[in-house]
T-cell receptor, first 113, second 114 residues
Framework: GQNIDQPTEMTATEGAIVQINCTYQ??????LFWYQQHAGEAPTFLSY????GLEEKGRFSSFLSRSKGYSYLLLKELQMKDSASYLC??????????????FGTGTRLLVSP | KAGVTQTPRYLIKTRGQQVTLSCSPI?????VSWYQQTPGQGLQFLFE???????NKGNFPGRFSGRQFSNSRSEMNVSTLELGDSALYLC?????????????FGSGTQLSVL
């Protein structure tokens, strides 16, 4: 089976840096994704890691360690609009051999002035 | 390019009824996945279709079913609705074979079962 853990809620201040952690256990790992979801809206793609290391994209960076089953999403220079839920998802080979995305429960980030 | 379109946006049903939700994927995307999202459970995988065939299925009862048409549009059906089926149902499309194949989500159908 699969198990993905991330904190339920985090708070941070505008302009600060926040790191959202995600740990996972899966039998057929084939990539890790981060999605952002604002309340009442669809999740939107942020980042993808399949090899160990850091992927940087503007104010957002994502890190992966496959041996530790660990990833984090780093958000710099926080803005009020970054208040949202951040979903960690692992691409896993299902029992059919075809891949599917398995999501964690999400981390709700609240950015205050 | 139009995004993933889900209809209807909101639905209110009563226990015991059935419901059909519709999803039109991004043009050219042949894979459609369905997820149920609730505050406590997050996104739970329902099933995935590719070229009209169900390739993957999550751990949901048989009351939840789906299908995909030749134009890649997909529908999911929930029969004998229960209160616990109240949730946001999200559809996502993708283009299998891409290196970082990612899901593009629709805005969802918010289902309330009374």
């Amino acid at each position: 089976g699969q198990n993905i853990d991330q904190p339920t809620e985090m708070t941070a201040t505008e302009g600060a840096i926040v790191q959202i952690n995600c740990t996972y256990q899966t039998s057929g790992f084939n990539g890790l994704f981060w999605y952002q979801q604002h309340a009442g809206e669809a999740p939107t793609f942020l980042s993808y890691n399949v090899l160990d290391g850091l992927e940087e994209k503007g104010r957002f960076s994502s890190f992966l360690s496959r041996s530790k089953g660990y990833s984090y999403l780093l958000l710099k220079e926080l803005q009020m609009k970054d208040s949202a839920s951040y979903l960690c998802a692992v691409r896993d080979h299902g029992w059919t051999g075809f891949q599917k995305l398995v999501f964690g429960t999400g981390t709700r980030l609240l950015v205050s002035p | 390019k139009a995004g993933v379109t889900q209809t209807p946006r909101y639905l209110i049903k009563t226990r015991g009824q059935q419901v059909t939700l519709s999803c039109s994927p991004i043009s050219g995307h042949r894979s459609v996945s369905w997820y149920q999202q609730t505050p406590g459970q997050g996104l739970q995988f329902l099933f995935e279709y590719f070229s009209e065939t169900q390739r993957n299925k999550g751990n949901f009862p048989g009351r939840f079913s789906g299908r995909q048409f030749s134009n890649s549009r997909s529908e999911m059906n929930v029969s004998t609705l229960e209160l616990g089926d109240s949730a946001l149902y999200l559809c996502a499309s993708s283009s299998p074979g891409e290196t970082n194949e990612k899901l593009f989500f629709g805005s969802g159908t918010q289902l309330s079962v009374l």
